[in-house]
């Protein structure tokens, strides 16, 4: 059973705009996990694009900032990544991640299946 589900990639040519959702399960909740976006491009390895923490702190991968954003919904327990300024870079496989706050509270880490992002003209 899938614990996270992202949604919202597609295809955008250069300098469009996409929002990303990540809706979670009742098994995590996302104002006390570290949640966080990574994305994979071929042949690349996985890597941290932005996360927040329960606190409501951000860090965001150099080739980003600026240009996106992630925030949290408590009440529909879901996160999301707005992406703006979209570059051919960007293109990649969009994953969502959840952390436990601490090792007492869970060992368990989740991913979800990822969604396509694509970044043409």
């Known amino acids: 059973q899938v614990q996270l589900v992202e949604s919202g990639g597609g295809l955008v040519q250069p300098g469009g705009s996409l929002r990303l959702s990540c809706a979670a399960s009742?098994?995590?909740?996302?104002?006390?996990?570290?949640m966080g976006w990574y994305r994979q491009a071929p042949g690349k390895q996985r890597e941290l694009v932005a996360s927040i923490t329960s606190g409501g702190s951000t860090n965001y991968a150099d080739s980003v900032k600026g240009r996106f954003t992630i925030s949290r919904d408590n009440a529909k327990n879901t996160v999301y990544l707005q992406m703006n300024s979209l570059k051919p870079e960007d293109t990649a496989v969009y994953y969502c991640n959840a952390d436990p706050p601490s090792r007492s509270y869970s060992t368990n880490h989740y991913w979800g299946q990822g969604t396509q992002v694509t970044v043409s003209s």
């Open positions: 009742s098994r995590i909740i996302v104002s006390i996990y570290v």
